[in-house]
């Protein structure tokens, strides 16, 4: 059982940062890519930055140059930092987490983390 847990999620004003983290724990496993995903009120659920275990990192172009994301190996943890942030940026975010176990790959969702930005 594999389990994802997100957080640092908070208010902050335009211009603001936050950095969420996105914590992987459970029996042996490996963790083959990482996605950050966004969910805006009324909104369908976007792909916004993603981490590959061959060090490849893509991020929407919505993002792009202002979000960032980063890992701490020791920890399995993933973060996503957050610059020069802006009300669209409001949103639920949720990190999904493809591990293989032996010589399956599954996939795991956190809970979420509200993220709003303040004009």
């Known amino acids: 059982q594999v389990h994802v847990v997100e957080s640092g999620g908070g208010l902050v004003q335009a211009g603001g940062s936050l950095r969420l983290s996105c914590a992987v724990s459970?029996?042996?496993?490996?963790?083959?890519?990482i996605g950050w995903y966004r969910q805006a009120p009324e909104k369908q659920r976007e792909l916004v930055a993603t981490?590959?275990?061959?060090?490849?990192?893509t991020y929407a172009d919505s993002v792009k140059g202002r979000f960032t994301i980063s890992r701490d190996n020791a920890k399995n943890t993933m973060y996503l930092g957050m610059n020069s942030l802006q009300p669209e940026d409001t949103a639920v975010y949720y990190c999904?987490?493809?591990?293989?176990?032996?010589?399956?790959?599954?996939?795991?969702w956190g809970q979420g983390t509200q993220v709003t930005v303040s004009s």
């Open positions: 981490w590959r275990s061959d060090g490849s990192v």
């Open positions: 999904r987490a493809w591990v293989l176990t032996g010589a399956i790959l599954w996939d795991y």
């Open positions: 459970g029996s042996t496993f490996s963790i083959n890519a």
